[in-house]
């Protein structure tokens, strides 16, 4: 069994993933002065056990970011991961400076298609993997080398974003793409094999921007696709593939167990009607279970 929490922090991402084995990762950070105590308590709580925490950064954009320096203080990043770049911004912020610090020290593994790394996706005798993998990008692609310069020029670095698969033996397999925007997918969709996933959280929040081409949509198929909290206006809802929108939803609670998601909400409301009702209530608010 493993735990997946996706909080609802605003415009911006932040996610964990309590893994079954002896492994915590965090992916992204999105922390304000309203939030911050009660996330980082959290995850202080649920890692307190755990012989190995790591924090994965999709892209240092600072909706991706914010409250990292914040975060290394209370729980101390041991294993930073991130691509390897040279990002640079006109105008940095104390987190993007905390992110090149991390970046650029022994703490930083550098992410790239198909790396393989104890425990990421490697077990011993010590302890189990955790079931990431990394679909992209490939370091030597030349759409992804442009993109590197361009957020190395101070441009926005959205398109060096990684693509990372979580899967659990016997359960869920998770996608997440960080900000990739549309046209830079178009270009890179013949370089990377699309795997079909249960759970898929749209690029860029949801953002039309970040729409993910339908011939890659196609060979994802998701069962459910996760609607980040951009601006209402501003977002693409996926017509015909179920849903469930952040934006009402607020944090949501993925209880993944074999050939199953019980999925939990954190308002009280919401509903959806394409779940089985299983009567689960291990969390608040439960919404319904996700058979695979």
């Given at each position: 069994?493993?735990?997946?929490?996706?909080?609802?922090?605003?415009?911006?991402?932040?996610?964990?993933i309590?893994?079954?084995?002896?492994?915590?990762?965090?992916?992204?950070?999105?922390?304000?002065?309203?939030?911050?105590?009660?996330?980082?308590?959290?995850?202080?709580?649920?890692?307190?056990?755990?012989?190995?925490?790591?924090f994965?950064?999709?892209?240092?954009?600072?909706?991706?970011?914010?409250?990292?320096?914040?975060?290394?203080?209370?729980?101390?990043?041991?294993?930073?991961?991130?691509?390897?770049?040279?990002?640079?911004?006109?105008?940095?912020?104390t987190?993007?400076?905390?992110?090149?610090e991390?970046?650029?020290?022994?703490?930083?593994?550098?992410?790239?298609?198909?790396?393989?790394?104890?425990?990421?996706?490697?077990?011993?005798?010590?302890?189990?993997?955790?079931g990431?993998?990394?679909?992209w990008?490939?370091?030597?692609?030349?759409?992804y080398?442009?993109?590197?310069?361009?957020?190395?020029?101070?441009?926005?670095?959205?398109?060096?974003?990684?693509?990372?698969?979580?899967s659990?033996?016997?359960?869920?397999?998770?996608?997440?793409?960080?900000?990739?925007?549309?046209?830079?997918?178009?270009?890179?969709k013949?370089?990377?094999?699309?795997?079909?996933v249960?759970i898929?959280?749209?690029?860029?929040?949801?953002?039309?921007?970040?729409?993910?081409?339908?011939?890659?949509?196609?060979?994802?198929?998701?069962?459910?696709?996760?609607?980040?909290?951009?601006?209402?206006?501003?977002?693409?809802?996926?017509?015909?593939?179920?849903?469930?929108?952040?934006?009402?939803?607020?944090?949501?609670?993925?209880?993944?167990?074999?050939?199953?998601?019980h999925?939990?909400?954190?308002?009280?409301?919401?509903?959806?009607?394409?779940?089985?009702?299983?009567?689960?209530?291990?969390?608040?608010?439960?919404?319904?279970?996700?058979?695979?």
């Open positions: 069994m493993s735990i997946i929490k996706s909080f609802s922090v605003g415009n911006g991402d932040m996610f964990y309590n893994h079954g084995s002896d492994n915590f990762t965090v992916i992204d950070c999105y922390l304000s002065e309203e939030n911050k105590m009660s996330i980082t308590d959290e995850i202080l709580i649920e890692s307190r056990d755990k012989g190995i925490t790591r994965i950064s999709t892209h240092p954009d600072e909706d991706h970011i914010r409250g990292l320096e914040y975060y290394d203080e209370k729980l101390s990043i041991a294993n930073f991961y991130c691509v390897e770049n040279e990002t640079t911004k006109e105008t940095g912020t987190d993007f400076n905390k992110y090149c991390l970046r650029d020290s022994s703490k930083a593994y550098y992410l790239y298609k198909g790396c393989s790394r104890k425990w990421m996706n490697e077990s011993d005798a010590e302890r189990g993997s955790s990431i993998n990394i679909l990008p490939d370091t030597d692609n030349d759409h080398k442009e993109m590197l310069t361009k957020a190395k020029n101070g441009g926005s670095p959205n398109n060096i974003s990684i693509i990372m698969k979580y659990l033996q016997d359960g869920v397999n998770v996608l997440w793409m960080g900000d990739l925007e549309t046209d830079f997918m178009e270009k890179i013949d370089e990377i094999k699309w795997p079909e249960d898929l959280f749209a690029p860029h929040h949801g953002r039309g921007s970040g729409k993910i081409p339908s011939e890659i949509l196609e060979m994802l198929n998701p069962k459910i696709i996760i609607i980040g909290e951009a601006p209402s206006g501003h977002l693409n809802y996926y017509n015909g593939y179920n849903k469930i929108t952040q934006n009402s939803a607020w944090d949501i609670t993925f209880e993944c167990v074999t050939n199953k998601v999925i939990y909400v954190s308002n009280p409301n919401y509903s959806v009607d394409f779940l089985a009702d299983e009567g689960i209530s291990n969390y608040n608010h439960y919404i319904g279970t996700l058979n695979l």
